[in-house]
């Protein structure tokens, strides 16, 4: 146990619908990262954001969208769902915002888009 | 953005065979870090790597930064069952973590 928690666990929608993600930090982690994990794509970052604010993005699309809460967990949305959104959701935390420090990852959400 | 590549994309090791798997880049890189997907489950963290030519162990497991910074091995001795799982390495920069594709080992028993 990473000590990071994602919900929900499956998550089975149809085309065009919106869904919210989860994930709370490590206790003590400001640091928190997204990535989608799809066969053909392998794991792929989506963005990072520390202590509230966002730090980085990467091939995110904008039907995509995150934020980070003062109590530091994090919650990633993605609307206008396409059956090509199907895929493994990480979340992963980190102490600080440095990329010298490992990360931690959830158990992931798997979203089904039908 | 930094991109690294892996290979081999699959490995089918005999148990109690060694392996390697290689993760390159085109760029020097500030650092590296090798995960492990088990089946099913989550990256884990495996190691750091930071220094040119830096080499470190956990047990039969062997990580080795190039001294051009631009390429890491993961070697494993006496592969067992509990071995399998994918292997990714990432590479760090500006704030975001780029995985390669990783190598995906199955043991043969």
């Known amino acids: 146990d990473s000590g990071v928690t994602q919900t929900p666990k499956h998550l089975i929608t149809a085309t065009g619908q919106r869904v919210t993600l989860r994930c709370s930090p490590r206790?003590?982690?400001?640091?928190v990262y997204w990535y989608q994990q799809s066969l053909d794509q392998g794991l792929q970052f989506l963005i990072h954001?520390?202590?509230?604010?966002?730090?980085a993005k990467g091939n995110i699309l904008e039907r995509f969208s995150a934020q980070q809460f003062p109590d530091l967990h994090s919650e990633l949305n993605l609307s206008s769902l396409e059956l090509g959104d199907s895929a493994l959701y990480f979340c992963?935390?980190?102490?600080?915002?440095?990329?010298?420090?490992?990360?931690?990852f959830g158990p992931g959400t798997r979203l089904t888009v039908l | 953005g930094q991109q690294v590549m892996q290979i081999p994309q699959y490995q089918h090791v005999q148990e109690g065979e060694d392996f390697t798997t290689y993760c390159n880049s085109s760029?020097?890189?500030?650092?590296i870090q090798w995960y492990k997907q088990r089946p099913g489950g989550h990256p884990v963290f495996l190691i750091q790597l930071v220094k040119s030519g830096e080499v470190k162990k956990q047990k039969r497991l062997t990580f080795q930064f190039g001294e051009a910074k631009k390429n890491s091995s993961l070697h494993i001795t006496a592969t067992q069952t509990t071995d399998v799982g994918t292997y990714f390495c990432?590479?760090?920069?500006?704030?975001?973590?780029?995985f390669g594709a990783g190598t995906t080992v199955t043991v043969r028993a």
């Open positions: 954001y520390y202590n509230g604010e966002e730090r």
């Open positions: 992963a935390s980190s102490v600080v915002s440095s990329l010298h420090n490992e990360q931690f």
């Open positions: 760029t020097t890189l500030s650092n």
């Open positions: 990432a590479a760090s920069n500006d704030y975001k973590l780029s």
């Open positions: 206790s003590g982690d400001l640091s």
